[in-house]
């Protein structure tokens, strides 16, 4: 029940979001993307140490701070990209680590993830590209208000308390890291020549959206390491010849599935720390994003991007593979 409320809100969110971040843009108010892109994720990792601090003593913390970041997304459209990112990083921590509760009490071994995380993309798109039509603000934050506070109905839910699956973490920490910047700066840098209108970038963003929710049913039906090795050879072989569409948006869908793999195998390591597991990952989100913001190129495309993920899950998912 919880995952529904919070991936409906995640959608909503995102969507708050772009569509602000873009509407001040078309009015000529320039909104700096670095600021808003630091606040919504380089801040969800000590929002996230947070919550884990206080998890034991206040169980409804979580969701707690998901409507105050519904809220404060709300506050933001009309104010400041600060605000606006800073609505967006609360939620995302609060919601996150509800959603890992959930998925963990009802034994989903990561699905709920990838329906979590998945929705957001589609959100940014959409938002992104009704800015420039119409502004449904007002309509929208009534709508989110109504989905916090049905999502607040939810009764909470029980921190992890238990051990993880053991051995080295440090490594898997820096794998999972070192793989989540690579997929948020390949999926920015690298732009096929089809993906042009509103009906091919629609396509592409539901192939991501697919993918990421593929990736959590698929790891807990086939396994973290079957997944990872399947999908990320098959997206290295699509991004090759990801100039047609149809291998192009292949390429997406596969090269999207580790994003759950990613969290859950993190967070078997810290069961205690979701916060901090979910914060973590995000922060790497934002510097992948770094280097297109400055306009830095490097030399990794899908390919080898699809490549050096593999090799970096690697000892991640062949050992403790759940």
């Known amino acids: 029940m919880a995952s529904f409320f919070y991936s409906v809100l995640h959608f909503l969110v995102d969507f708050a979001c772009a569509h602000a971040m873009y509407r ?30 206080c998890a034991d003593r206040w169980k409804k913390l979580p969701g707690r701070t998901a409507a105050v ?36 009490a009802r034994g989903w071994k990561g699905k709920a993830l990838g329906i979590f995380v998945a929705p957001g993309a589609l959100g940014l798109y959409l938002g992104g590209q009704l800015a420039g039509t119409v502004d449904i603000t007002i309509l929208l934050i009534l709508v989110m208000a109504v989905f916090a506070l049905l999502s607040l109905r939810v009764p909470a839910l029980e921190p992890v308390n238990g051990t993880g699956i053991g051995g080295n973490t440090l490594l898997p920490l820096l794998c999972c890291f070192l793989v989540v910047i690579l997929r948020s700066y390949v999926g920015m840098a690298v732009v096929f020549s089809w993906k042009s209108g509103f009906f091919m970038g629609l396509l592409a963003v539901l192939a991501v959206v697919l993918g990421k929710m593929a990736g959590g049913i698929a790891s807990a039906r086939f396994g973290a390491g079957n997944t990872a090795l399947v999908s990320l050879v098959l997206a290295a072989v699509c991004y090759g010849f990801g100039e047609q569409p149809a291998v192009g948006l292949a390429a997406l869908f596969f090269f999207n599935m580790t994003m759950p793999i990613t969290l859950y ?9 979701p916060g901090f597991s ?25 390919v080898i991007g699809s490549l050096v993920s593999l090799a970096l899950l690697a000892p991640v998912v062949w050992r403790g593979d759940k």
């Not at 195998?265 to 205690?272: A, G």
């Open 265 to 273: 195998q993190l967070w078997l390591r810290f069961p205690e720390l």
């Open 69 to 104: 970041g519904v809220m404060l997304t709300a506050i933001g459209c009309f104010t400041h990209p600060a605000i606006l990112g800073l609505g967006n990083a609360a939620f995302h921590v609060g919601g996150g680590v509800d959603v890992i509760r959930e998925d963990h």
């Open 278 to 302: 979910f914060g973590l990952l995000t922060f790497g989100l934002f510097l992948g994003f770094l280097p297109v913001y400055f306009g830095w190129s490097l030399p990794v495309g899908g």
């Open 24 to 53: 001040w843009a078309y009015e000529g108010l320039m909104p700096d993307a670095l600021i808003y892109n630091f606040c919504a994720f380089a801040l969800q990792m000590p929002l996230g140490a947070m919550l884990d601090s």
